[in-house]
C-alpha cells in the first residue's frame, strides 16, 4: 500500500503545486527569521554584555543597539548580493 494514500480509498484532494510552494517558502521565512534572530542575539551578547546582570549599562544596551544595527544591514547587503546574481529567466 502507498504510505500517502487513503486507508478508506476516499478521493482526497491533494493541494495544487502554487500551494505547496507557498507552504514551503512560507516556512524557510520563518525559519530563516528564527535563525536571524538567534545569531544577532548570540553574537551581539557576546560581543557586548561582559558582565551579565539583571540590567543592561548604557554603553551595553548602545552597544547591542549599534550591533544589530550593523548586523542586519551586512545580512541586508549579502542578501542582495546573492539575489542578483542569480540569473533570471524571461
Not at 551595553?60 to 548586523?71: G, M
Amino acid at each position: 500500500m502507498d504510505p500517502f494514500s487513503s486507508s478508506s480509498g476516499a478521493n482526497v484532494s491533494q493541494p495544487s503545486p502554487e500551494a505547496v510552494i507557498e507552504q514551503v517558502q512560507r516556512h524557510l521565512a520563518e525559519a530563516y527569521a528564527e535563525e536571524l534572530f538567534n545569531t544577532v542575539r548570540d553574537k551581539c551578547f557576546m560581543k557586548c554584555v561582559t558582565k551579565p546582570s539583571s540590567s543592561l549599562s548604557g554603553s551595553e544596551s548602545s552597544c547591542i543597539s549599534r550591533c544589530v544595527d550593523r548586523y542586519m544591514e551586512a545580512t541586508g547587503i549579502i542578501s542582495r548580493a546573492v539575489f542578483n546574481s542569480i540569473p533570471r529567466e524571461y
